[in-house]
């Protein structure tokens, strides 16, 4: 997305582009996410989400909401001062009670979102299976061959606990633990305001990266510490959540959903820089 800052407001006009996971390619198509994107986030940080701006006039003379034909849609959002956001405030001191807010808001809005329904294919042990392999297949080519024995040995040890865990996933769909998650929950998407921490920047382009297990999610942050050098914080996090939601038989599907997330995190680097780097 383009995101124009003014000071007081952001606008956040979404590319015309069609990149197999994600489609934006029409006006139509990026009106409809704009106004998905809203949604999503207005769970978690309503103060921030404002509403859906029609664009309208011509590239060199827009106009917010005017009468003209719409030319584009953005998400007016509340502008905040990114040095406030979590992967920056990890570099310096973070009071630990930050940490336990967020895993307070998280269960929270976990143990309050809907259900999938059994029916549906969200997060089915063939779904993750297929979506875990697929991006082992994606990253390969551009792990050096010194690193593809290490690759080979940890695929292994995924199809192993996969055919473990199979059964397990199923259970944990039929029992409600797949759910309406954030979808993207990294530290870049976590703002402290005022004293706590806000969670934006849901996503929105894709129902079946946000219809998840709720240890998948959970996986993403605690990795996510752990590559900002504090997996302190992310045993704190796990603890405080767990604490709360009493959802320890997740873990047996912890280290699993780690491991993706790394390699869901090694595709990133891949999408946003020319060259790969090595493993967080």
């Avoid at 502008?79 to 009071?95: C, H, P, S």
């Avoid at 199809?159 to 409600?176: A, E, M, Y």
Wanted: glycine residues 4%; negative net charge; contains cysteine.
């Amino acid at each position: 997305s383009w995101i124009i800052l003014t000071g007081p407001y952001a606008y956040k006009i979404k590319k015309p582009v069609s990149l197999g996971f994600l489609d934006f390619s029409t006006l139509p198509r990026r009106k409809t996410m704009c106004v998905e994107e809203l949604r999503l986030n207005r769970r978690l940080a309503p103060e921030l989400y404002l509403e859906v701006i029609a664009i309208t006039g011509n590239a060199k003379n827009p106009v917010l909401n005017g009468p003209d034909a719409v030319i584009e849609y953005a998400v007016k959002m509340v502008q905040f001062d990114t040095n406030k956001e979590m992967d920056v405030l990890i570099r310096g001191e973070l009071d630990i009670h930050i940490i336990d807010d967020l895993a307070l808001q998280v269960a929270d809005f976990h143990q309050q979102r809907a259900r999938v329904c059994v029916e549906q294919d969200f997060s089915s042990s063939t779904q993750v299976s297929r979506r875990i392999k697929d991006n082992f297949l994606e990253i390969r080519p551009y792990i050096d061959p010194a690193g593809r024995q290490g690759l080979d040995r940890l695929e292994e040890w995924v199809d192993s606990r996969l055919s473990t865990c199979r059964d397990f996933i199923n259970v944990r769909k039929r029992d409600g633990f797949v759910r309406e998650c954030h979808g993207d929950l990294h530290l870049g998407n976590m703002v402290l305001i005022a004293d706590r921490i806000r969670l934006f920047d849901c996503l929105e382009f894709n129902e079946q990266f946000r219809w998840i297990d709720v240890m998948s999610e959970i996986a993403f942050v605690v990795m996510d510490f752990d590559f900002h050098h504090h997996r302190d914080f992310g045993f704190q996090f796990l603890n405080r959540y767990l604490w709360v939601t009493g959802d320890y038989a997740g873990l047996e599907l912890l280290s699993l959903y780690l491991v993706y997330r790394v390699v869901l995190m090694y595709i990133k680097i891949r999408l946003t820089s020319s060259s790969m780097i090595g493993p967080p």
